[in-house]
């Protein structure tokens, strides 16, 4: 198993530019999430989908977008990058068995916005 | 609201014991994690403790929890330098009744040879 996938891993976008982070796992998962990483504040919940079809706000949802047309991906769409959205991104995987989880993990994509 | 707390770094020395604190607020996380990132890496589980026990130990992993004052302790023993790393608790709120985790700010391990 390849496990939790993202790409790209580096992205420099100008303000205003739109793009796609892709992810991708072929555990089967049904619970998937998207968090951000900035210096001092953890991991922060973006949004969250626990099966296809089916997507939610986390903590910090404006800007991004998401969809979930299959259990495997899940991306996660910046309609109009801006500065605070530069940060480390990543995406994680889950079964959705409502108690002791454990969330996989992709290697992150790191985007800066100018 | 859900806030986890970590102290932002700890040094030690090689073989030295390490000890990594947090605090977390929802009462009803059923289970409690650490979560490792190691750099430029994606985090991986480490260990976890059900809310139900006190002590968790795992070879050189052991785990305190205090549900009274909402403390929960990683402690690494015979630290080694590729246990540098950053070192995030993480709680499951609302009785575990969802996936969602919330992950505490992290703590930067650094081990001198």
């Known amino acids: 198993n390849a496990g939790v996938t993202q790409t790209p891993k580096f992205q420099v976008l100008k303000t205003g530019q739109s793009m796609t982070l892709q992810c991708a796992q072929d555990m089967n998962h049904e619970y998937m999430s998207w968090y951000r990483q900035d210096p001092g504040m953890g991991l922060r919940l973006i949004h969250y989908s626990v099966g296809a079809g089916i997507t939610d706000q986390g903590e910090v949802p404006n800007g991004y977008n998401v969809s979930r047309s299959t259990t495997e991906d899940f991306p996660l769409r910046l309609l109009s990058a801006a500065p605070s959205q530069t940060s480390v991104y990543f995406c994680a995987s889950s079964e959705r068995t409502g108690y002791y989880n454990e969330q996989f993990f992709g290697p992150g994509t790191r985007l800066t916005v100018l | 609201g859900e806030d986890v707390e970590q102290s932002l770094f700890l040094s030690v020395r090689e073989g030295d014991s390490s000890v990594i604190n947090c605090t977390y607020t929802?009462?009803?996380?059923?289970?409690l994690y650490w979560y490792k990132q190691e750099p430029g890496a994606g985090l991986q589980l480490l260990t976890y403790i059900f809310s139900n026990m006190d002590m968790k130990q795992d070879q050189r992993l052991t785990v305190l929890l205090n549900k009274k004052d909402k403390h929960l302790s990683l402690r690494i023993a015979d630290t080694q330098t590729g246990d540098s790393a950053i070192y995030f608790c993480a709680e499951s709120p609302y009785g575990g009744a969802t996936n969602k985790l919330i992950f505490g700010t992290g703590t930067l391990l650094a081990v001198q040879p």
């Open positions: 929802d009462s009803s996380s059923t289970y």
